[in-house]
């Protein structure tokens, strides 16, 4: 399918070639997941990593996810431990993070990790990620693929709004199902969960039977994930509001018998897990629009939307 962008592609035979081999050159390349899309390059390669960080103007202290195809490839870099194994069993592939101890004799790039015994890895669930697998002998190096700061892309134009011509190749996979980045959990001490995501503390107890912690912010950074200015559209956004001025975009949930041109709806059914989908293409969306400020209404703290709370707290500091 042609489209007005130079550089993005659907995936047929040639494409996926294409993404081979940059990969395998040391380039990056814009991919579609199914949380978030990233921006990708071999772990092993420091060229590439290079490319990742200079790209995103990411600072050179907040570490990078390695996703996997699978078990094998991973314990070749990292201890896997019982917690994990539980874990992977019940939501991998799909949106958890681990942070586990990296193997001393890893070929992951230092950097990757900046410097730390620690790795986090992923294992995305996403057709086409698993199809770039068959053919690489390495895990891909994966940072959510926008400006550092700034908000996560969730469709291939996203990512070209962010990065223009500067990578040369990014595949459209469509809408990112899920829409907010993993839930990033630490596994190298008592479980303690550093971002949530959709997959929530109360399903993880279940599976790991114990108590889940929450990473404290100030402490030691242990996920600048966390850092308190995150996932900003970059316009003031002011939380839990019940009024509002017309001039402003305004981000609501659940059933409205108002249908104003600056109500921005997550979801009318108030479904936590399609309003996550939704948030950061609404927020593109209004900042499209050239709106000043937005208004947010309260949105429900549980399950799901404890993930989205976390992104929208981020965003409006
Ligand atoms: O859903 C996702 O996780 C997406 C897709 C593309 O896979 N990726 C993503 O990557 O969100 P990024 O770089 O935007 O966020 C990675 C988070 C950051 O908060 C980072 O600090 C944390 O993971 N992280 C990475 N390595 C870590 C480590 N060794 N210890 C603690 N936190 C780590
Ligand atoms: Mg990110």
């Known amino acids: 399918m042609k489209n007005i962008y130079s550089n993005i592609f659907s995936l047929n035979k040639k494409n996926l070639n294409n993404v081979i081999s940059y990969l395998k050159k040391g380039d990056v390349v814009g991919l579609p997941t199914e949380t978030v899309y990233g921006l990708a390059g071999n772990a092993f390669s420091k060229k590439a990593v290079n490319k990742i960080y200079k790209l995103k103007n990411r600072p050179k202290s907040n570490p990078l996810i ?28 799909g949106p958890i993070t681990f942070v586990l101890n990296k193997k001393p004799q890893s070929k992951i790039q230092p950097q990757v990790t900046v410097n730390k015994k620690t790795v986090a890895i992923r294992f995305p669930r996403h057709p086409i990620i698993k199809s770039i697998f068959k053919k690489v002998d390495f895990p891909l190096a994966m940072p959510s693929a926008n400006i550092s700061s700034g908000v996560s892309p969730i469709n291939a134009e996203h990512v070209y709004d962010e990065f223009k011509d500067k990578i040369k190749i990014i595949i459209d996979g469509g809408q990112s199902k899920i829409g907010l980045e993993s839930t990033v959990i630490d596994l190298t001490g008592r479980p303690k ?41 970059g316009i003031p956004m002011i939380l839990n509001q019940r009024v509002f001025l017309t001039s402003h975009a305004f981000i609501i949930i659940g059933k409205n018998k108002f249908l104003k041109k600056n109500y921005f709806n997550l979801s009318f059914k108030a479904d936590l897990k399609e309003a996550a989908s939704k948030l950061y293409k609404i927020m593109r969306k209004i900042k499209k629009l050239k709106f000043k400020k937005i208004y947010v209404a309260k949105i429900p703290n549980k399950g799901v939307g404890i993930a989205i709370n976390d992104r929208l707290k981020r965003a409006a500091n």
Do not use: Q, T, W
Not at 198 to 212: A, D, G, P, T
Not at 213 to 226: A, D, I, N, Q, V
């Open 66 to 93: 390695v996703h996997f195809s699978d078990l094998k490839s991973a314990e070749k870099e990292v201890f896997l431990c019982n917690n994990f194994l539980k874990l992977y069993k019940k939501f991998s592939p």
């Open 193 to 233: 969960i550093l971002r949530p995501g959709v997959i929530s503390s109360n399903n993880i107890r279940k599976v790991l039977k114990s108590k889940i912690y929450f990473g404290k912010k100030s402490s030691k950074l242990k996920s600048p994930g966390m850092l308190k200015k995150h996932y900003s559209p």
